[in-house]
């Protein structure tokens, strides 16, 4: 956890002066860490809620992962759309529901943990805020196109 609080205080500091710089599409552990100054800055988390919070959050991410990927598949798998035949449009379409279904029971669940570590104002905020990292990577993405990924041929 320590190894954890040098970085996390350093992206906390850079995105509260708006000096983060983009990530470069593809740099997961980058996002990541630009999302945990993200959310523990605007939850304005104390030292005592990080270290009870972030262990359930990655927990919370880890179950959304695998659930996202045991339904919808790898990435790599997508057709685009207009490829794909009536049946497997069917079939994407339904998994798309059984994912989102998935998403809201394991939403759900987190939130009863997040109101047994923060308070029920931060674990609001905290629904708001990860919505408001989410737009923040669409707003970078489009102001630094060459950081995104380059279309297959």
Excluded: C, H
């Amino acid at each position: 956890m320590k190894k954890l609080l040098l970085p996390l205080l350093l992206f906390v500091i850079f995105i509260g002066n708006g000096q983060t710089p983009p990530p470069k599409a593809g740099d997961p552990q980058k996002i990541e860490a630009m999302k945990v100054g993200f959310i523990t800055n605007k939850l304005q988390l104390t030292p005592e809620e990080a270290k009870v919070f972030w262990p359930i959050y990655n927990q919370y991410e880890a179950e959304k992962k695998a659930a996202r990927k045991s339904t919808l598949g790898e990435k790599e798998d997508f057709k685009p759309l207009d490829q794909l035949t009536d049946a497997e449009a069917q079939k994407l379409i339904e998994n798309q529901i059984a994912w989102r279904s998935k998403e809201l029971d394991l939403l759900k669940k987190y939130v009863g943990e997040f109101k047994k570590v923060l308070p029920v104002k931060k674990v609001a905020k905290l629904l708001m805020v990860e919505e408001q990292f989410k737009k923040m990577l669409i707003e970078k993405a489009k102001e630094n196109p060459q950081s995104q990924p380059k279309p297959k041929p």
